[in-house]
């Protein structure tokens, strides 16, 4: 008994610190006013170099429309373990998109930049149009799109 005692106090102080580094962080995403359908948006985490990293989330149901978000599809490789869980429906004209995502602190601070990719059915596809740093600085501040985003915000 002790040692079963023991060993989930064990286990608990180890898992402490990795859940201790995770940051949530809350995206706002704020369409402009278009005619069209439903924009789908690639939301994710890019290096210093510009080579992908991580998912944060994907809106859009329609899988076989994400081959659109050109730089987050090559990225990510549309495997559905890039994008199993961190997606919902697309985003309307004039509409908001708000997720909170977990994020790992190392990431903040280090160089790595949030970007998004847009695309609409049958419209113009826009990779990379938002690349914003990952710093706590920026965590707040607006980011205007050159494309179907009105502005893009994320805070810590």
Do not use: H
Not at 26 to 42: E, F, H, I, M, V
Not at 92 to 113: F, H, N, P, R, W
Not at 147 to 153: A, I, M, N, P, Q
């Amino acid at each position: 008994m002790n040692k079963t005692v023991l060993s989930l106090c064990l286990a608990s102080v180890i898992a402490l610190p990795a859940a201790a580094q995770a940051k949530p962080l809350t995206l706002t995403t704020t369409l402009k006013n278009y005619s069209g359908d439903g924009a789908y948006l690639a939301i994710y985490v890019t290096d210093a170099q510009g080579q992908y990293q991580k998912t944060l989330w994907v809106a859009g149901k329609k899988a076989k429309y994400y081959k659109n978000l050109r730089d987050w599809a090559r990225g990510s490789g549309m495997k559905p373990s890039e994008f199993d869980g961190v997606s919902g429906a697309s985003v309307g004209s004039g509409q908001t998109l708000k997720v909170t995502v977990d994020l790992a602190d190392t990431l903040i601070d280090a160089g790595y930049e949030i970007r998004i990719d847009t695309a609409v059915e049958d419209a113009r596809d826009n990779p990379a149009e938002i690349r914003t740093p990952l710093t706590s600085a920026g965590s707040g501040k607006p980011t205007a799109g050159r494309g179907y985003v009105e502005s893009f915000t994320y805070d810590m």
